[in-house]
């Protein structure tokens, strides 16, 4: 188990981003004078382009009828014409109204769609519209942008602003109330139907609802940021995502979670993701139009298409529209930010997008990886090439499940492949290994047995293995690899034996395979002479033994390391190496005058030691930085808070935490030894650079820290598991009692859920009932403890068994899985038939349920830090509940 601490994933405003003074080689203070002062009014907008509608018809300068019946794409219900009936202007205003359609018609309504396209396309600025919406069931009015020339490909790639949505305004809500929301969203990513959306609803206060008065929605839109209001109330903020990197240049993760784009690039053809201003920095259209029902309106509210409301017609208004440009800068649309505090706020107005997290560089830590141990590793299907046969899942009495491969007339080969067109597993996904960690010390290790020998009895048996799409691959005798006494090989595998094979990854290497994108693994006879060849595999994996091994740095222990040197920033001082009690031994002693200043360790050429950055990247998943301190005298100011700073590559990025917001959480006390943890994942997370770490240091607050006397020991980055298999580092949350540090729990209902005996196999398991109040139940984490699942991310698993003794008295209530991890934003919620199994309860039966890690990370989970783990009925719908859990764990499959 890996203790995490709570506080630190809570205290994202605590971390320092202005300081009084810059620390740690002439860095800066870190002070944004370009943040947007919300205060501050706004002058530079330029009207440059509107439609007030003052005349008598439309403008056809302005606006293109668009005239089909092809339902938007959204299954819609009306044909769009350029019928004066369902769109025209008077008394100042446009009017697009949906009517009935004919008896007979193509589509059961008529109404209109106007747009701009190449008479009025834009890049930036404040486009604005005042209208009043219609109302009714499967009424869909829309304000929206659409680019005019698609660079980036087809839908979405290249973008879709939606200003203003609306669907079924007045109609009732699941709780009775009228629906007043108006929606703002994005559209970009991967083409459909893998493209991905982001936006945020608003209603007007005091119940007020759209479809009565008029009302103005607006974007503001600039370079990399959109902003959308009602009424000029800001809220939802949307920005392009901003990836961190690190000091070698390379893609750590993402500080802002945004929009993103993916298109071909046009140099090499490649498809690729893009973290940029793509692909909202091109122009685009106005669109106007109101359909009716559709996928979204039908399937929400009263569901369906309420005709009666639209038997006289429903008639979308439109005041004017108007298009601003910031004269300040047109070029990028900023300087005329109409904001408000909370306009960049993620618990307010920000909106966080959907782009994917790039992957950060290898840690060059090597962590094994089990492709088949009994259980099929989504990943890793087992795979014929070219028979077109299907490898088996069968029993065997010796190893129990293994995979059955059999040859036929038809040549081919056979083994296990990672390689996206071969997953057919939902929960799989393509995922090449980094073996190269481990070229030295590893091998490809299995046990094969063969059941029935092929016709030809002197064909040769090869072992293949390829990379990177099969540009590089190695191919050797399988009996190189037999393992087992001399006398005992023979030129081909024994029938009806298990028997061992290893190959190192050095001859592997060797033979011309790149081990850095391992995906295919392969035992065969030779093309074309395998006909009735049975054989099975198991334990096949790539592993190394001695488990990982993890870079460390010990700065200080009885004596500074020379490349490290103690340190006072700005008071002038020399701090010394002083003999404590018999456990310390040599101390880094640290002392505080009248002068102002921070106090460490520091590696940068200005500093007298070295110039010897730690890159602490391998140490992401799981890795430490530990002190112990004692203060000797405290500051002569009793309110003076202690204070831990960490800096990077120059003072580039840093991260400044009170001392308590250790994973110990304490303050220090004087005359006491005490020891404080940071996790290198945490400190990362809060926008550390962690490969080119050169400062540490341990303070009282800037200007209270006067007659401080402190000294520090045992500094060091280390991980706790080094030299240990970090691949099986699982643990077990329930087997006949809870883990230490995790409790059964019910989180609403006010129960007990206890320890109960169950049959011999089980013996004492969870059990959990529900009663009349809605709740959730499962296992729950002491309030500093979080599990660090990362190192199994690539073949590890949530798995537990569970019987109803008693189902919920609604039947129809779905069993879900959740997860939660510390990170409060991220959480999972499954149905149990998304488990590998696939399964629902079944009432008085012990059933399996696993759920691989790798598809609760992919659906947004961090698995760094879980903390919760729930099994349930759907919320409200538990009543008279009874069911038991066992062998509960986190664990490779």
Known sequence: MTK?????????????????????????????????????????????????????SIDDDNWTHEVNCDGGGNNESQCYTDSEDNSFVSDGS??????????????????????????????????????????????WPAFWMMPTDEVYGGWPRSGEIDIMEAVNLKALDADGNPESHIHGTLHYGQEWPNNDS??????????????????????????????????DYLYATQRRSEVRYNANGDATGLSHRGWYAEYFEQGTGELTTHWDNAPFDQEFYIILNFAVG??????????????????????????????????????T??????????????????????????????????????????????????????????????????????????????????????????ITDPEGEASPFDASPMEETGSVKFDLKVTSLPANATTNWLFKIESSEGSTAAELPLMDGYVGPADTAGAAPEQGVWESYEFPLSALAAAGLDTSAIDVIMVFPAWDTGNGAVY?????????????????????????????????????????????????????????????????????PESGGGDTPFDATALTDGGLLQFDMRVVSAPSNAEASWIFKIESNGASTAVELPLSDSVEGQEPVEGEWQTYTFTISELQARGLDVSAIDVIMVFPAWGTGEGAVY?????????????????????????????????????????????????????????????????VMGFLADETVSFDASSLLSNGAIKFEMKVSSMPNDASAPWLFKVESINVSSAVELP????????????????????????????GLDISAINVIMMFPAWGQGEGAVYRIDNVEIAAQ
């Open 536 to 604: 099975r595999m198991a334990n096949v994996e790539i592993s190394q033994e001695g488990g990982a091994s993890y870079p460390e740095l010990v700065i200080f222990e009885d004596g500074q390391n020379p490349n490290w040197p103690m340190w006072d920033c700005c008071g002038g001082s020399t701090p010394t190496e002083e003999m404590d009690n018999e456990e310390h031994g040599l101390t880094a002693e640290f002392r505080i005058g009248a002068e102002p200043t921070v106090m460490g360790f520091i590696t940068r």
């Open 4 to 56: 995490k601490a709570s506080q630190l994933s809570r205290i994202a405003a605590a971390i320092s981003v202005a300081t009084l003074f810059g620390c740690g080689g002439g860095a800066t203070t870190s002070t944004d004078i370009d943040v947007v002062d919300p205060a501050a009014p706004v002058s530079d907008w330029e009207l440059v382009w509107s439609d007030e509608f003052d005349g008598n």
């Open 294 to 331: 559709g996928d979204w309106p039908a399937n929400v509210n009263e569901t369906g298409i309420d005709a009666e409301a639209f038997v006289e017609g429903q008639t979308y208004e439109v005041d004017y529209v108007r298009v601003y440009e910031c004269a300040s800068n047109p070029d």
């Open 711 to 775: 000294r520090l020991d045992n500094v060091k980055f280390y991980h706790p598991e080094s030299g240990e298999d970090a691949s099986g580092a699982g643990i077990t949350l329930f087997a006949d009692t809870a883990a230490e540090q995790w409790s059964i729990w019910d989180c609403c209902g006010g129960s007990t859920p206890t320890e109960e005996v169950d049959d011999a196999e089980h013996g004492t398991v969870a059990e959990f009932r529900i009663g009349a109040t809605p709740t």
């Open 198 to 231: 982001s936006g945020k609803a608003y209603s007007l206060p005091d119940g007020a609802n759209p479809a009565d008065d008029f009302h103005t929605y607006a974007v503001e839109w600039q370079e990399g940021e959109i902003r959308w209001y009602m009424d």
């Open 333 to 422: 649309g900023k300087g005329c930010e109409t904001v408000r505090p909370g306009y960049n706020s993620l618990d307010d107005a920000l909106v966080e997008g959907e782009a994917p997290i790039p992957s950060p560089p290898s840690t060059g830590v090597a962590q094994n990886l089990t492709i088949f141990d009994g259980t099929p590793n989504p990943n890793w299907p087992a795979w014929d090439c070219c028979g077109g046969s299907t490898p088996a899942l069968v029993e065997d009495a010796e190893q129990g499940q293994v995979f059955e491969f059999a040859i036929n007339e038809t040549p081919t080969v056979m083994g296990f492949i990672s390689r996206a067109q071969f």
């Open 94 to 139: 446009l009017k697009i109204v949906a009517l009935p359609a004919e008896e007979g018609a193509q589509k059961p309504y008529t109404s209109a769609r106007l747009n701009t396209r190449y008479k009025a396309d834009f890049k930036y600025g404040r486009i604005e519209m005042r209208a009043k919406l219609p109302s009714g069931q499967g009424s």
């Open 832 to 859: 149990m038939l998304a488990s590998l199994e696939g399964a629902d309860p079944v009432e008085g039966e012990w059933q399996t349920y696993t759920f691989p890690l790798q598809t609760l990370y992919d659906a």
